[in-house]
């Protein structure tokens, strides 16, 4: 399991937080690839993390669910070798937004995962 000092997880969260702002995505999850939810933040009573971590494709794609709401999208991105990285949109967002915004965060993430542990 991954162990954040407290200043690393308020880093790491604040990170994501603003992912989901700047990507307006409806939720963002740090994972470990076994579904087991480091933090998360946004609309995150709608979305099971050991499904999300399921998504996990490996490749540059991303995955388009069917929902009550209409089409909800689900792009999963590698942090270190144990974690996961999940945002979850909707039509008020884009995947060329998503890319964009996860390109700006992904680096320091990583580097904030390998330095709790997580390499």
């Known amino acids: 399991m991954i162990d954040f000092q407290e200043e690393q997880f308020r880093e790491v969260y604040g990170l994501i937080h603003r992912l989901r702002q700047e990507a307006n995505a409806l939720a963002v ?36 669910l069917s929902s009550e709401g209409g089409l909800i999208h689900a792009k999963v991105e590698p942090v270190g070798d144990g974690g996961l990285l999940a945002v979850v949109w909707d039509e008020r967002s884009s995947l060329g937004l998503v890319r ?6 992904l680096p320091r993430l990583k580097e904030l995962w390998a330095a709790a542990g997580g390499a």
Not at 44 to 60: C, W
Not at 100 to 105: D, K
């Open 29 to 64: 999850f740090l994972l470990e690839r076994d579904g087991q939810q480091v933090t998360a933040t946004g609309e995150i009573e709608s979305f099971e993390p050991v499904n999300l971590a399921s998504l996990d494709t490996g490749k540059d794609e991303h995955v388009v």
């Open 100 to 105: 964009l915004r996860l390109a700006r965060v």
